[in-house]
């Protein structure tokens, strides 16, 4: 039986040890190190699939060139398809399969961690104390005990952060045009969008990005937060104004930033580019800032979650090859 021949795109050294041989005989990768985009759509000629990430570019016009190779299925290896023009895809009968949660424990936690570390500024007491500076001048933080987090969004990873912040005594609110009964079971209790915004001393994302919720943290909404409000962003860049938040850092009404995207993050996150000028200035402005703690995507790198991205993803690849697709895994068999 010929093999699936699957053009792996935006392939890191991890990817690349992740998706190592052994695999099945049906299937082979050729790792491409750049991302997808109009640019690269030509390295898709003459492979089956493409397997893709968070940053690359599946636009109408690389769909329409994938179709031009004969290309059927995009496989992704992640959870989170706002980089990928769904509508055109089914148009031109392309699948489109994706790992709907590989690690919602992951994500909850480093949201969990990126809190922590803001509020008692463990990032800033671990180089002092290196530097044999044992000062505690500008390290002093609160305590998360009976404070009101918001969570927007209670799906997987919304849903796992409940107990976490339950355990540190922390009253829940959620919001979430769908509500779910297990986040209510877990203690959160569901308010508008407006008292979520009012009441929360911290708030953290946990939707997708959709045309709906592009820049939906914005001054309108930020204007509704209490002063010093601590804003955890682990879920696509787009959801923030950036400049909006940056406006606010600067009037001290955001007291804290912590986030694992970028709206622009597909220029930057996952390379090294240490020796480089970085050119975007809206991402300079926010490292700029004493009170702002950014991670580069890697919220969902742990060693269980990869091992779910790697399963899943050459399951998918299998399932469509025997042409028996897991709906659940499908993403054109949810719209
Ligand atoms: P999910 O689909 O299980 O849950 C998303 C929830 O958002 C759903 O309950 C949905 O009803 C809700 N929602 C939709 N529109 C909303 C709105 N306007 N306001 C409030 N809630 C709304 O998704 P998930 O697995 O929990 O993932 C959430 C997001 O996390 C993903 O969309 C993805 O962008 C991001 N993510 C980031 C990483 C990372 O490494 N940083 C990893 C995985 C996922």
């Keep these: 039986m010929s093999s699936l021949n699957i053009a ?8 690349k040890n992740n998706f190592s041989p052994p695999l099945p005989t049906e299937i082979t990768l050729h790792f491409f ?16 699939a493409v397997c893709v990430f968070v940053n690359d570019q599946l636009n109408a016009e690389v769909i329409n060139a994938l179709h031009q190779s004969n290309i059927r299925l995009i496989l992704l290896r992640c959870a989170g398809f706002n980089n990928v023009d769904i509508k055109k895809a089914f148009d031109l009968g392309i699948t489109v399969l994706r790992v709907p949660s590989y690690s919602p ?10 809190m922590l570390t803001l509020n008692r500024k463990t990032h800033k007491a671990y180089n002092r104390v290196r530097e044999g500076n044992f000062s505690l001048e500008g390290l002093m933080g609160f305590d998360l005990f009976s404070k009101t987090a918001g969570i927007i969004g209670t799906g ?11 355990g540190f005594g ?9 509500p779910s009964t297990e986040a209510e079971k877990l203690g959160a209790r569901y308010v508008s969008l407006e008292t979520l915004y009012q009441q929360s001393q911290i708030i953290s994302l946990h939707l997708p990005l959709l045309p709906e919720t592009q820049h939906m943290i914005n001054a309108r909404a ?12 682990t879920s696509r860049g787009g959801l923030l104004d950036t400049p909006a938040v940056i406006n606010a850092l600067k009037k001290r009404h955001i007291g804290y930033l912590g986030i694992d995207v970028y709206e622009q993050e597909e220029n930057l996150f996952f390379e090294d580019h240490s020796e480089e000028i970085i050119e975007d200035d809206v991402f300079e402005r926010l490292t700029t800032f004493p009170n702002v703690l950014i991670t580069a995507h890697q919220a ?17 690849a299998l399932d469509f090859k025997h042409q028996h697709i897991n709906p659940v895994n499908c993403v054109q068999c949810e719209s």
Excluded: C, W
């Design 170 to 178: 922390m009253e829940v609110l959620a919001y979430d045009p769908n």
């Design 33 to 48: 190190e750049e991302h997808l985009t109009p640019k690269t759509k030509n390295l898709t000629q003459g492979y089956d």
């Design 156 to 166: 997987r990873i919304g849903r796992q952060l409940i107990p976490i912040l339950k």
């Design 300 to 316: 969902f790198f742990t060693q269980e979650a990869m091992t779910h991205i790697r399963e899943t993803t050459l399951q998918n």
């Design 222 to 233: 930020i204007a509704q937060m209490p002063q010093g409000v601590m804003l955890i962003n």
């Design 8 to 15: 792996f795109f935006s392939a890191t050294k991890t990817d």
């Design 105 to 114: 424990m992951a994500v909850a936690e480093h949201a969990a961690a990126l």
